[in-house]
């Protein structure tokens, strides 16, 4: 399961709508995990056709993203590996192209991409209310969804 | 009376509903478009200190959120009453262009293009980027990934993070450019300017050359006769941050022209019951409604519209394909709302070279990035064009710079009313008595606010055909008889 080469973990959202900016907190306290030296950690509010430069030069990629489904309890984190998962909000970016058409325009344009794309998808309360802080639910749960991820991201995204 | 109803529209950046409503022999009688949705960011920035608005705004939107950044910073200058350094500003037009630049791209190559080049009515399946670069060939789809990815790495060099950008600060920019940075920067600009060359041989090529897609581009629903908006300079060139707002009527007439902080006197916004969305209109000429020709108060800001409201470009090579277009097509004004999309190229090749320009420029690595600021905050506007439109920020500040009230006129917001009208004259052109709603057809509508590069929401011009959209066929009492969906 560990990631043969360099892993790159992305974090998708605005911290300016409240628990939609959880991902930035999250890589704020992974990135400065010793654990994680060798993974690149970045930011982004959107996806599209902006994943193929952020992938290029990764052999692994995990990425972050929140999801509010209603079926999960606030902070559950859901695992897939593509192309198990359905279209998303942030991965695709509806101004230029939704995620499978960025990988099959990578694969077609002869770009090296991650062999493994592995998607975490935390649940989330509120992702409508501007606002910097995020929704109590997820503030209690923080240290708890922090210690899943950075479990996940070692086990797939870790040292061999 | 029939009613379509085509909900949602919209995913990421708002909301928005349409409802087409039908004669029973099954032709448009009127089409709403909607946004449902309120964000309230004017809200949002009250209570903030005025110098952190242009990092705060970035966040309205992950698409164009230099031209906020910019706007902003600009209104954080005029607050304090100051102007940055000739550096300083010249730093901020520069990651501008690679902002326009990158942007300009992705709308044509993946959202406007796969229309002809793939055909408007291709399944859809087909009808976006990867079934573009099928058709062009490898070589141009490389092309666009990279030229798109350099001009973001300029906006991340300059402004710390290419959408959170960090770059302004009240009379001038935070980090300047370094020689090597500018020699790379060349580089690049200059792979730019060719690209846009490309770009529009290649819209030559494809629509200019296709008698069907010509046709289809000046003779189809797509025209709108409404009056046109757009920041000009001193010689009335486009220029996409500085400047003065001009407004040329339906027949190309100069009908006002004003700066920044006069923009209430001249632009009112209308407030219909049914939407979230605002309704610009020209003050001069009032409100009458969603009506087109010189009496109307609806104006559009897109880049037609800029280059309707110019007496030129400001750069070379863009003047001659300026010159180009009109002499093309007849003349100015152009209310053929699909040209938009040359107009767009002809902004990419503007962008590109004064993008050149500025990195050229010796200024560019002054170290004066910064100017005094010894007034008391007060008020102030900015303004800029966004991708999508003339954007305008306004905030009110206490003493201490602390932000006490907020107006924004997003670019979309001003091309409201347009949009509507271009929906309805697009619906009453395709969905006729006798026509069997298909995907090509539920597209061709689609393209109708798509050539808007809209931003209330990027799925109202999400990749051709794909767009998600439930449209319900009623019968006169209302009921549901058979419904679409993708």
């Given at each position: 399961?560990?990631?043969p ?21 999250l890589?704020g ?10 993974v ?29 489904t209603?079926k999960?309890?606030?902070g559950?984190?859901?695992?897939v ?6 279209e998303?909000?942030h991965?695709?970016?509806?101004h ?13 344009l ?7 794309i592995?998607i975490?998808a ?10 910097e ?6 503030t209690?749960?923080?240290d ?14 870790g040292?061999? | 009376m ?11 950046e708002g909301?928005?509903k ?12 009127n089409?709403?478009f909607?946004v449902?949705?309120l ?5 949002f ?10 990092q705060?705004?970035?966040?309205i ?22 102007q ?10 520069l990651f501008y262009?690679a902002?326009?630049v990158?942007?300009h791209?992705?709308?044509f190559?993946?959202?406007?293009a796969p ?7 291709a ?5 976006n ?23 973001q790495?300029?906006?991340a ?9 960090i770059?302004n ?5 935070r ?5 090597e940075e500018?020699?790379?920067v060349v ?20 629509v200019?050359s296709?008698k069907e897609?010509?046709d289809?581009?000046?003779?189809g629903?797509?025209?709108l006769?409404?009056h ?14 500085d400047?003065?707002?001009?407004v040329?009527d ?5 009908l006002?022209?004003?700066?920044a ?6 632009v ?5 019951p049914w939407s ?15 009506t ?21 470009m400001?750069?070379?090579?863009a003047?001659e ?8 097509l007849?003349?100015?004004?152009v ?19 004064h ?5 050229l ?7 004066d ?9 007060t008020?102030?506007v ?12 306004h ?30 004259k ?5 969905i ?12 061709m509508?689609e393209?109708a606010?798509r050539?808007y590069?809209?931003?209330f929401?990027?799925?109202t ?13 009623r019968?006169?009492d209302?009921?549901i008889?058979?419904?679409l969906?993708r």
């Amino acid at each position: 399961m560990t990631c043969p080469g360099k892993t790159v973990f992305i974090g998708f959202g605005s911290t300016a709508l409240k628990d939609d900016g959880l991902p930035a907190h999250l890589i704020g306290h992974l990135a400065t995990d010793p654990r994680f030296n060798h993974v690149t950690f970045l930011t982004s509010p959107v996806g599209g056709l902006e994943l193929i430069p952020l992938f290029s030069g990764h052999s692994c990629a995990v990425l972050l993203d929140t999801v509010k489904t209603g079926k999960a309890a606030p902070g559950e984190v859901s695992h897939v590996i593509y192309p198990d998962f359905n279209e998303t909000l942030h991965l695709s970016s509806q101004h230029d192209a939704s995620f499978e058409q960025t990988l099959a325009l990578g694969k077609k344009l002869g770009i090296p991409l991650p062999e493994k794309i592995h998607i975490l998808a935390v649940e989330i309360v509120d992702n409508l209310t501007l606002g910097e802080g995020m929704s109590p639910a997820i503030t209690e749960r923080f240290d708890a969804i922090l210690s899943l991820v950075g479990d996940v991201l070692q086990a797939v995204g870790g040292r061999r | 009376m029939k009613q379509y109803t085509i909900d949602p529209i919209t995913r990421l950046e708002g909301h928005g509903k349409i409802d087409i409503f039908c004669t029973d022999d099954g032709n448009v009688e009127n089409v709403y478009f909607q946004v449902p949705e309120l964000r309230g960011f004017e809200k949002f920035c009250e209570g903030r200190p005025i110098e952190e608005i242009s990092q705060i705004v970035t966040k309205i939107c992950g698409v164009c959120p230099g031209c906020h950044h910019m706007a902003a910073g600009k209104a954080a200058d005029a607050v304090f009453g100051v102007q940055p350094t000739s550096a300083a500003k010249k730093i901020r037009e520069l990651f501008y262009m690679a902002h326009f630049v990158h942007s300009h791209i992705a709308h044509f190559y993946a959202l406007a293009a796969p229309d002809f080049v793939v055909g408007p009515d291709a399944p859809k399946a087909e009808r976006n980027i990867v079934g573009l670069i099928a058709k062009v060939g490898v070589a141009t789809g490389t092309e666009v990934i990279s030229q798109r990815r350099k001009a973001q790495e300029i906006q991340a060099l300059l402004g710390g993070h290419q959408t959170h950008v960090i770059l302004n600060i009240p009379g001038g920019v935070r980090k300047g450019l370094k020689e090597e940075e500018r020699k790379d920067v060349v580089e690049k600009a200059k792979g730019f300017v060719e690209f846009a060359r490309f770009s529009l041989k290649l819209f030559n090529d494809v629509v200019l050359s296709n008698k069907e897609y010509l046709d289809l581009v000046l003779n189809g629903p797509y025209s709108l006769k409404i009056h046109s908006m757009g920041l000009v300079d001193e010689k009335n060139h486009v220029n996409f941050y500085d400047g003065k707002v001009r407004v040329v009527d339906t027949e190309g007439k100069e009908l006002c022209k004003y700066s920044a902080n006069e923009y209430r006197e001249f632009v009112a916004e209308r407030v219909e019951p049914w939407s979230y969305l605002k309704f610009p209109y020209l003050k001069k000429i009032g409100w009458n409604g969603f009506t087109e020709g010189q009496t109307s108060g609806v104006y559009q800001a897109t880049p037609l519209s800029r280059l309707n409201a110019a007496d030129g470009m400001a750069t070379p090579l863009a003047q001659e394909e300026y010159e180009r277009m009109y002499s093309t097509l007849g003349g100015k004004p152009v209310h053929a709302t699909l040209v938009m999309h040359w107009a767009r190229l002809v902004e990419l090749l503007y962008a590109s070279e004064h993008c050149l320009e500025l990195a050229l420029d010796p200024e560019i690595t002054s170290p004066d990035l910064r100017a005094r600021i010894d007034k008391v905050p007060t008020e102030g506007v900015g303004i800029v064009e966004a991708q999508r439109g003339t954007l305008t920020h306004h905030y009110w500040t206490d003493e201490k710079g602390i932000v006490t009230k907020a107006n924004l006129i997003v670019g979309t917001t001003n091309n409201n009313a347009a949009i509507c009208m271009s929906l309805k004259k697009a619906a009453q052109g395709i969905i006729k008595q006798g026509v069997t709603v298909t995907d090509g057809i539920l597209n061709m509508v689609e393209m109708a606010f798509r050539a808007y590069d809209p931003c209330f929401s990027c799925a109202t011009h999400h990749l051709p055909g794909t767009m998600p959209l439930v449209v319900n066929f009623r019968d006169k009492d209302g009921n549901i008889i058979r419904s679409l969906s993708r």
